[in-house]
């Protein structure tokens, strides 16, 4: 809750006007190094190697180096599923870039690889006969409303400022991308405000902070998604899963790095 307070504080404020000093290679800067961060954060998961989880400066290379350490433990299974992955992600990728005039839609490979990796998986059970992590057990439901815990305010405020902020920050910088890709503009304020209330709404249901997804986001916007119209069906389709169909994913492969090499690929080059 305190983070939406500090951005519903900082809209009212008229504060998202620090969004025009965010130049364009400052904020192409941030988002690739971003990219990186979250290539090497996932490299483990592409090579099925368990390693510690580091957080604080040089994490990104305290996590490259763990991964090298224990490179002959990969799990050759769980490296085969995410190259093949990454393959028909990548061919999708180019081929809708290239026929982009000629396709009447974008071919929605995102999709086909979620049905196909689930389907073989199920069928060839890579859990237990590879050993390869899938997503596991999805819970099937919404948690239920409840008033935040005000007693913890005075431990959490200095994060909760600092989540604030990144998260105003990451949300400003890709929206400034497709904004010049797009040919529009972005208000700040607006940004900020609509941060807040999301914020303080997924407060009583105990839910992550709100803000902009990489990955997720350049999927969208790599399949055609352009409009609000886009992201409603996209969490529309995130509910039906939560209250309904989890369990038909639950043996999807857990090799997400392979999706976050398609598309943080793609945003360097850019």
């Excluded at 900082?10 to 988002?31: K, N, S």
Aim: aromatic residues 10%; glycine residues 8%.
């Amino acid at each position: 809750m305190l983070p939406s307070f500090c951005q519903l504080f900082l809209g009212f404020l008229r504060f998202g006007f620090v969004a025009i000093y965010l130049t364009e290679p400052l904020v192409r800067g941030f988002t690739t190094a971003a990219a990186v961060h979250v290539f090497t954060s996932q490299l483990k998961y592409l090579l099925g190697i368990k390693t510690k989880r580091f957080s604080g400066p040089l994490s990104c290379l305290y996590s490259v180096i763990a991964v090298f350490a224990n490179i002959t433990k990969t799990n050759v299974a769980a490296l085969v599923v995410g190259l093949i992955c990454m393959a028909l992600l990548l061919s999708g990728k180019e081929i809708n870039d290239r026929f982009k005039k000629k396709l009447p839609v974008p071919i929605p490979m995102e999709i086909i690889v979620v049905v196909i990796g689930t389907g073989v998986s199920s069928g060839m059970d890579l859990s237990k006969t590879y050993g390869v992590d899938i997503v596991g057990n999805i819970p099937k439901g919404l948690r239920p409303p409840e008033v935040p815990d005000i007693h913890l305010i005075p431990s959490v405020f200095v994060d909760a400022v600092a989540i604030a902020i990144v998260g105003f920050s990451m949300t400003i910088s890709m929206a400034k991308i497709f904004a010049l890709k797009h040919g529009y503009t972005v208000d700040g304020n607006q940004e900020l405000i609509a941060l807040g209330i999301c914020n303080s709404v997924g407060s009583f249901f105990q839910t992550f902070t709100v803000t902009c997804s990489m990955s997720r986001t350049l999927v969208q916007e790599s399949t055609g998604g352009k409009t609000q119209i886009a992201g409603t069906l996209a969490s529309l389709l995130v509910l039906l899963v939560i209250v309904a169909i989890g369990y038909l994913f639950e043996p999807l492969p857990q090799v997400r790095a392979c999706w976050c090499v398609c598309f943080c690929s793609g945003d360097i080059r850019s």
